[in-house]
C-alpha cells in the first residue's frame, strides 16, 4: 500500500496507540506504526505535522517515507542514550522552534490528533497574539472537558472550576504570544533520544501554539536532564513568570488523559484549574 518494499519487520515499542515495527527495506531500516480502523487522516496529520516541525530547519524529525490511512513509514533513528550535552542542545532547539512564525492559532484546513483525539481548529484564522485565551478555551479545553464529563471521568465540581477558568483565561493567559510552531504533544515519550546525541522530536501534534505548552508538557511528567533542557532554553527565550502559568498549559492534556484513562486524572484538572485562577 505504501510502495515501500519490506524485508523483515520485528516489533519494537511503539507508544499506547499504535503498533511499531523496526523494518528491513531494501538495505535500508525503517520504522513502521501501524493501526488498524485509524481515524480518517490519522497518519496523514501526523505526517503533516512532523513536515512542518521539519520545515523550520532547527529541529531534528525523522524523515516520512510513506503515508497511508493505516499506516506511516519513517527513517529509522537509532537510539540513545540521554546526556546533559544532548538536554541542553534540545533546550536551544525548542527555543528556536518557538521563535518560529506561523500562520494561525491550531491548524486551519488540516486535521490533526493529539493521541487518538481529534483535535479541533476554527474554521476561519485566528492570527492575533490576543486571539489565544478564546482559542485556547474554546478549541483546546473545552471539547475535551465535555468529553471528560460525558465520560463520567470528571465530578460536577471539577468540570465548574475548569469553566470558571475558560470564562477568564484571558486573565491568568500572561502577555500576548503570536502563534509559532510547536510540538504540541511533547512528553517525554516523544522525545527520542539518538545515537548521535541529538534528541530528536517524534509523535507530534504540530500546530499553531503557544510555546509554553511544550515546556509544561515536558513538565507534567518528567524528562531526562529537565533542569538543563530549560536552562539552556531561558538562556536563548526568557520567559518571565512562566512557572506559575505550567498548570494552565498543562491542562489540557490532563482533560485528554482525563478521557482516555479516567482515574485521578478528572479531580487534578479541577485542582489545576482552580490553582490557575488563586
Known amino acids: 500500500m505504501t510502495g515501500v518494499p519490506v524485508g523483515e519487520a520485528r516489533p519494537v515499542g511503539g507508544g499506547d496507540v499504535c503498533a511499531a515495527h523496526r523494518l528491513d527495506a531494501d538495505g535500508r531500516t525503517l520504522f513502521a506504526k501501524t493501526l488498524a480502523d485509524a481515524p480518517e487522516g490519522f497518519f496523514r496529520a501526523e505526517a503533516d505535522g512532523l513536515a512542518l516541525l521539519a520545515g523550520t530547519g532547527v529541529v531534528a524529525v525523522p524523515a516520512v517515507v510513506a503515508a497511508a490511512p493505516d499506516v506511516l513509514v519513517l527513517d529509522w533513528i537509532e537510539p540513545g542514550r540521554p546526556s546533559p550535552g544532548a538536554a ?3 533546550g536551544r532547539d525548542l527555543a528556536a522552534l518557538h521563535d518560529s512564525p506561523v500562520e494561525a492559532w491550531g491548524t486551519p484546513g488540516r486535521p490533526a490528533f493529539l493521541g487518538p483525539l481529534p483535535l479541533p481548529s476554527p474554521d476561519a484564522r485566528l492570527t492575533d497574539p490576543g486571539d489565544w485565551p478564546a482559542f485556547h478555551a474554546a478549541y483546546r479545553l473545552l471539547p475535551f472537558l465535555r468529553r471528560a464529563a460525558d465520560a463520567g471521568a470528571m465530578a460536577d465540581g ?10 477568564r483565561l484571558d486573565e491568568v493567559a500572561g502577555p500576548p504570544q503570536r502563534p509559532v510552531v510547536i510540538h504540541g504533544d511533547l512528553w517525554s515519550g516523544n522525545v527520542h533520544w539518538s545515537a548521535t546525541g541529538r534528541a530528536w522530536l517524534i509523535d507530534p501534534a504540530a500546530q499553531g501554539g ?8 515536558l513538565e507534567l511528567f518528567g524528562c531526562p536532564h529537565l533542569d538543563r533542557v530549560l536552562a539552556a532554553y531561558e538562556e536563548v527565550r526568557p520567559v518571565p513568570g512562566r512557572a506559575a502559568r505550567t498548570g494552565l498549559h498543562q491542562l489540557q492534556h490532563l482533560l485528554v488523559h482525563a478521557v482516555l ?3 485521578g486524572y478528572g479531580a487534578r484538572c479541577g485542582q489545576v484549574a482552580r490553582a490557575a485562577l488563586a
Open 210 to 217: 503557544h510555546p509554553e505548552t511544550d515546556l509544561a508538557m
Open 88 to 90: 541542553e542542545r534540545l
Open 158 to 167: 471539577d468540570v465548574r472550576a475548569v469553566e470558571r477558568l475558560c470564562a
Open 261 to 263: 484513562f479516567g482515574g
